[in-house]
Nanobody, 112 residues
Framework: QVRLVESGGGLVQAGKSLRLSCAASGSRSALMGWYRQAPGEQRELVAS???????NYADSVKGRFTISRDNARNTVYLQMNNLKPEDTAVYYC????????WGQGTQVTVSS
């Protein structure tokens, strides 16, 4: 079965960087992405990447975040640069192949 393992979250100052990783084991190459959810708010798409490498970003993170993947290992990364306090949220890895699979989430907290 598909299992998503996330890592890389933490507490950082505004302007600093974090790199999130998500490995999808027991899976085939498919659409993967990152979502985030702040307390009391809707979960939103941050970035996605197809098996062919086509990317999509939320307007709020364009130019700051970069999503990439290793197709051989079905692993996706999110490089987050110039972090802002409004980026604070729980970040969830998503794998889509016929249906959606989710990681447990990793907390990213950005101090002002």
């Amino acid at each position: 079965q598909v299992r998503l393992v996330e890592s890389g979250g933490g507490l950082v100052q505004a302007g600093k960087s974090l790199r999130l990783s998500c490995a999808a084991s027991g899976s085939r190459s498919a659409l993967m992405g990152w979502y985030r959810q702040a307390p009391g708010e809707q979960r939103e798409l941050v970035a996605s990447i197809t098996s062919g490498g086509t990317t999509n970003y939320a307007d709020s993170v364009k130019g700051r975040f970069t999503i990439s993947r290793d197709n051989a290992r079905n692993t996706v990364y999110l490089q987050m640069n110039n972090l802002k306090p409004e980026d604070t949220a729980v970040y969830y890895c998503n794998y889509r192949f016929g249906t959606d699979y989710w990681g447990q989430g990793t907390q990213v907290t950005v101090s002002s």
